[in-house]
């Protein structure tokens, strides 16, 4: 049943806006970026439209840096963004811009190696080699080393990367740069960066696709993309020197740690953008990443506003603790409260 679910959600083409509603809606609410969250945030609009007919969604998944682009234009509604905005973009925004945080997930580092299957061991050393173009084959030594039990073949890596500007990758770079300094000082971190090597892929089902398609590739794409396609996922050595998998328990004990970073200088504005990659812990995965909903606090049409804080407020008390379903982790309960007066700040005009 959930495998059909994924895959209806993702037969919808993430190119053209996907309209969910009915005759009966009255307030279309637009909005763009992240394929990270889209299956969710799909299941999510089709949800609360069942609970509010008057109200209908348009959600264009063409990654992070568009979303960014088109609320900073004021193009949509709200913008999905797996890559929080820089002090100096939330200067030059024509208004005050929240980030909501919506839920967590994993970045799964996949692979397709005909005859090996699951159980691959990467450290960061080495999946930095591979994406560096340094490490160009599968039973290299610094690979070999950490899979003894396994008969790595001689065949070429094929580097996947999205081609697009894109928050996964966001996250992906971040704990490059943040687990190896060759990485950090050639290439560095962003929704896009002048990739050493591989071929691109623009959009995490097209990255899947590549991933499934192509012998002896590597890649990277948001864990429910990654379990829903049945693809192989790498057990990546994490800061205490332990191999993880990505699972929920590991995405949650990563944000654990890293949510302590969580800047309070004033409780009514609390600064949620943490990065969640590289943190301490036995059980931390290393490649985790917050996701975050980019809204105005200034809601100039009061329809839409009044809509939009609904919804917002509907998903952080209902709908986000469906999100294991769909193999995303939520927020820890501590951040329910200030989230809530987030969203409770946002100001609709009369």
Known sequence: MLKKLFTAILAVTLIFPVLTGSALAETALTGAGATFPHPLYSKWFRDYQAEDPTVSFSYEAQGSGEGIRKILAREVDFG??????????????????????????????????????????????????????????????????????????????????????????????????????????????????????????????????????????????EIAYALENELDTAALKNKAGRFVKPTMLSTRAAAVQGMKGLKVKDEAEPDYRLSLVNQPGKDAYPIVGLTWLLVYRDQSDPVKGRKLVDFLTWQLKKAEKMTSTLHYTPLPDTWASRVEKTIMSIRVSQ
């Open 80 to 221: 999905a963004s797996d890559k929080f905005l820089s002090d100096k973009e939330l200067k030059d925004a024509p208004g005050t811009l929240l980030h909501i945080p919506t839920v967590m997930g994993a970045v799964a580092v996949t692979y397709y190696i005909p005859g090996v299957g699951t159980g691959i061991k990467l450290t960061p050393k080495a999946l930095a080699g591979i994406y560096l173009g340094k490490i160009t084959r599968w039973n290299d030594p610094l690979i070999a080393r950490e899979n003894r039990q396994l008969r790595l073949p001689a065949n070429e890596i094929v580097v996947v990367h999205r081609s697009d500007a894109s928050g996964t990758t966001s996250i992906f770079s971040d704990y490059l740069s943040s687990a190896d300094t060759s990485w950090a000082t050639t290439v560095g971190r962003g929704t896009a960066v002048s990739w050493p090597a591989g071929i691109g892929a623009k959009g995490s089902s097209a990255m899947v696709k590549k991933i499934r398609e192509v012998p002896y590739s590597i890649g990277y794409v």
